[in-house]
């Protein structure tokens, strides 16, 4: 048993027959406790955008003024995410992920006091700003958890967690809003969102000096080639073609998400005529789509590097997969059935959070773990510009034109431009090199 204890781990697992059975399994319940959080940040955010038929009725705001309350919480999640980056890599997980949680369960829960476009732009901004420290925070403790082999599935599964997230916004925040009134919607998501406080804390160590994690399984965890632990600046990550990737990357894609995000209800009121009661079914039925997309974008990868694929060759035939996916959403906009419109929706979003899984895993490919939360960061920074501009754009060709034909165009290509893009800046996956 000693011996079995302190052997190489891929070793001791090929001897075991099972990863479990040697290694441990604590990491994944660190990986189910992101999962919980990114579905109460997406359930947080998502209230707005599945209540927004019904509050345009209420508040009176006009397309541009929605994208205008849509525009400044990008605006606020770009800032956030050059900031939290940095935040994270400094004081850690465990106190800067409940710092942020503390904050935007507030935000959330403020919207309910919102009577004005202005109120509420006030309530979007600071959620943007604290909501921003999730991925960085989450990417960065999947970097201290798994080993490489492992970070692209619990990326997916943690990121999967937006999919749940968009599927419970949609059932239940119109049946609150019916039986309590909007503001109670608010309130009960916020309120969610800080119970969720108390377990990270009880359960949140580093791994190396986590009592519950066994030595094989610390072994495990730290079988990639040992790295510095200094936060480098911006100075040293910006320099670098990986860096510009990831922002391009996300710049052109994150946006897509936005859109539907936050258009999605608005699309379907408008287009077929769903009333607030009516949307549950079809969000629930893509953005289950969209859970099952993070999880095999993934397991796809995963299973590429088990038959000997590089990793270069593996992520990027899954991108690839991913970005091919989307492509039928150019039909979306005038799918004679709803049914048919949920059915290419739903296929776009779940190819979105299989490509997203693999981008953030690409951001750990290539830096070290101390870098990795910045570089998420300020990749995400460049996907919050980009949610700004299509959010500003949308309001303005949806005010004047009242057409998503525009908006459904720019979603089927952005994907492969994108991956065009991030190939030609990374030929292959080579790890930055960093003093």
């Known amino acids: 048993m000693s011996t079995l ?77 050059l900031l ?49 420290a999730n991925f960085p925070a989450a990417v960065k403790t999947v970097a201290e958890w798994f080993p490489k082999r492992e970070r692209a599935l619990a990326a997916g599964i943690f990121n999967s967690g937006a999919n749940i997230g968009a599927i419970v916004a949609p059932a239940a925040a119109p049946w609150i809003a019916v039986h309590w009134g909007w503001q109670w919607a ?38 990639d080639t040992p790295e510095p632990a200094a936060v480098p600046p911006w100075s040293q990550l910006l320099p670098h073609r ?42 629930v039925i893509i953005y289950t789509m969209s859970m099952a997309g993070s999880v095999g974008g993934g397991w796809l990868p995963a299973q590429l590097l088990k038959r000997g694929w590089s990793v270069n060759a593996a992520r990027k035939t899954a991108m690839l997969v991913c970005a091919l996916t989307v492509v039928p959403i150019i039909f979306g906009a005038t799918a004679g059935h709803l049914w048919l419109a949920v059915g290419l929706v739903g296929l776009a979003t779940a190819a979105h959070q299989g490509w997203s899984a693999n981008l953030y895993t690409v951001a750990s490919d290539t830096f070290p773990k101390r870098a990795v939360a910045s570089v998420v960061g300020i990749a995400g920074f460049g996907g919050s510009i980009g949610g700004m501009l299509i959010a500003t754009f949308a309001g303005f060709v949806l005010q004047f034109t009242g057409s998503y034909v525009p908006m459904f165009a720019i979603a089927g290509s952005a994907y492969l431009i994108a991956l065009l893009i991030i190939h030609l800046l990374m030929p292959r996956l080579e790890p930055v090199q960093m003093e």
């Not at 309120?191 to 094989?216: D, F, N």
């Not at 990357?249 to 936005?258: A, K, S």
């Open 84 to 132: 939290a980056g940095r935040f994270i890599d400094r004081v850690g997980t465990r106190i800067g992920y409940s710092i942020a949680i503390a904050i935007w369960s507030l935000a959330t829960m403020g919207h309910s006091l919102a009577r004005t476009v202005f109120a509420f732009a006030v309530a979007r901004f600071i959620l943007g700003l604290s909501e921003s």
């Open 242 to 283: 990986q860096t510009w990737a990831l922002l391009i990357g996300r710049f052109l894609t994150d946006p897509i998400w936005w859109f539907f995000l936050y258009w999605l209800p608005k699309f379907l009121n408008t287009q077929y005529g769903l009333a607030l009661t009516d949307l549950g079914w079809p969000l």
């Open 5 to 81: 204890r302190t052997a190489h781990p891929v070793a001791a697992v090929g001897r075991a027959g099972g990863l479990s059975a040697v290694v441990g399994r604590y990491r994944w319940r660190i990986c189910a406790l992101l999962f919980f959080v990114t579905t109460l940040n997406y359930m947080d955010r998502q209230v707005l955008g599945v209540l927004a038929p019904e509050l345009q009725r209420v508040i009176g705001w006009n397309e541009i003024q929605y994208g205008n309350i849509v525009t400044v919480f990008q605006a606020a999640y770009a800032v956030g995410l």
């Open 186 to 223: 608010f309130l009960c998501m916020g309120g969610l969102s800080a119970l969720w406080v108390a377990p990270w804390i009880a359960m949140y160590r580093r791994p190396e000096v986590h009592p519950r994690v066994s030595r094989s399984e610390l072994l495990y965890i730290q079988s």
